[in-house]
């Protein structure tokens, strides 16, 4: 399966990786419709979360199915996603979350093959500032159902192995972090 990933900022790349046919497109979250507007008219299967800094009509201009705390099956794979991150600032946005926020929210997701999120799991290409911490419940999710990915954007770790891509395991599990747009085939 070829899946373009899509997080945190509009790609030059975009129209290029589009010709390369992906099966699926996952919008991992910080998008706004005008950073992707090659993809509203495509018509494979787009499936996406919010990030923390979105529009409320993304999905709508996009055409991508919001799957926030929801599970579909594509190609016989199970995909679940979980939006937002830590709740950085005082106010209340219905993104960001706490810990305690997300590790509930998180427990009743079922199994998957495939996790999307726009925060990583703690610890997995995460950094110690409130706003680039990784959620605690995301982590007890990857060693309860052990999902074959886990897809997220959000932070900027360190050592990356390309420009925009950064692939780590963590008990049999692969942790994507993907920035800008980049295919990846699994």
């Known amino acids: 399966m070829k899946i373009l990933l899509l997080a945190d900022e509009r790609s030059k ?11 699926i497109i996952f919008t991992l979250g910080d998008l706004e419709s005008w950073m992707v507007p090659e993809i509203a008219d495509v018509d494979i299967p787009k499936f996406g979360i ?9 999905f709508e201009k996009t055409g991508v199915k919001n799957i926030h705390l929801q599970s579909y099956e594509f190609q016989k794979m199970n995909i679940v ?12 946005l219905r ?8 590790t509930d929210l998180i ?9 999307i999120a726009h925060c990583p799991p703690r610890g997995i290409h995460d950094s110690n500032d409130l706003s680039g911490q990784g959620f605690e419940g995301l982590l007890a999710y990857i060693k309860k159902y ?3 990915y886990v ?11 390309t420009d925009n891509l950064l692939i780590s395991e963590i008990d049999g599990v692969r942790v994507v972090w993907s ?8």
């Open 95 to 102: 993104t960001l979350y706490t810990q305690e926020e997300a």
């Open 179 to 186: 920035y800008g747009a980049n295919i990846i085939e699994i």
């Open 81 to 92: 996603g979980f939006q937002g991150c830590v709740r950085y600032k005082d106010r209340s």
């Open 146 to 148: 052990s999902p074959k």
């Open 107 to 115: 427990q009743d997701l079922p199994p998957s093959d495939i996790l």
């Open 50 to 58: 919010f990030g923390n800094h979105e529009n409320d009509d993304f």
């Open 151 to 161: 897809f997220h954007g959000h932070t900027y770790p360190e050592n990356v192995e």
């Open 13 to 23: 790349r975009l129209k290029e990786l589009l010709e390369q046919k992906p099966d």
